[in-house]
């Protein structure tokens, strides 16, 4: 099975039918250490929010009531799935409370990381050291998803 990448929602001017597929997959790609196609034909890929919820400061907007119950009606469709939430607020929409880059079984045969959202403004991505370990941590994930096939 292959891996399971859930987002926040698509971006202003993202495709909603295509999920993770713009500047955030390029980005997730790079992490992977993967090329594009591969990145495309090997994971699956979804946003918890179908559109995009509007700008809040200098991010756009995740209202946490409309996730969680959009976490919700999903939750049954992720068992037995190897999952990474892109970014902390997706993962707690989920009830994951797991600490980043970092893979916890969960009820229902899930296991379940969650990776800093890789935008522009997180400023996490702004440490050599947290991007080296994540980037350790995504090569390690890409390389074994086929174990959990």
Same mark, same amino acid.
Not at 111 to 122: K, Q
Not at 126 to 135: E, G, M, Q, V, W
């Given at each position: 099975?292959?891996?399971?990448?859930?987002?926040? @929602?698509? =971006?202003?001017?993202?495709?909603?039918?295509?999920?993770?597929?713009?500047?955030? $997959?390029? #980005?997730?790609?790079?992490? &992977?250490?993967?090329?594009?196609?591969?990145?495309?034909?090997?994971?699956?890929?979804?946003?918890?929010?179908?559109?995009?919820?509007?700008?809040?400061?200098?991010?756009?907007?995740?209202?946490?009531?409309?996730?969680?119950?959009? @976490?919700? =009606?999903?939750?049954?469709?992720?068992?037995?799935?190897?999952?990474?939430?892109? $970014?902390? #607020?997706?993962?707690?929409? &989920?009830?994951?409370?797991?600490?980043?880059?970092?893979?916890?079984?969960?009820?229902?045969?899930?296991?379940?990381?969650?990776?800093?959202?890789?935008?522009?403004?997180?400023?996490?991505?702004?440490?050599?050291?947290?991007?080296?370990?994540?980037?350790?941590?995504?090569?390690?994930?890409?390389?074994?998803?086929?174990?959990?096939?």
């Amino acid at each position: 099975m292959r891996l399971l990448l859930i987002g926040q @929602a698509p =971006s202003r001017h993202g495709d909603p039918t295509h999920p993770l597929e713009g500047r955030i $997959g390029l #980005a997730l790609c790079k992490l &992977f250490g993967c090329s594009f196609h591969e990145y495309l034909q090997e994971t699956e890929r979804i946003n918890v929010l179908m559109s995009w919820p509007g700008k809040n400061g200098k991010g756009d907007a995740f209202p946490r009531a409309e996730a969680s119950l959009s @976490a919700k =009606s999903l939750m049954r469709a992720l068992a037995y799935r190897r999952i990474m939430f892109v $970014g902390v #607020a997706t993962g707690r929409a &989920f009830k994951f409370r797991g600490k980043p880059l970092q893979w916890v079984r969960r009820a229902g045969g899930i296991e379940a990381a969650v990776v800093p959202h890789p935008s522009g403004i997180n400023r996490w991505w702004n440490s050599k050291t947290n991007k080296d370990r994540a980037a350790r941590f995504l090569r390690r994930a890409w390389r074994t998803q086929g174990d959990s096939r």
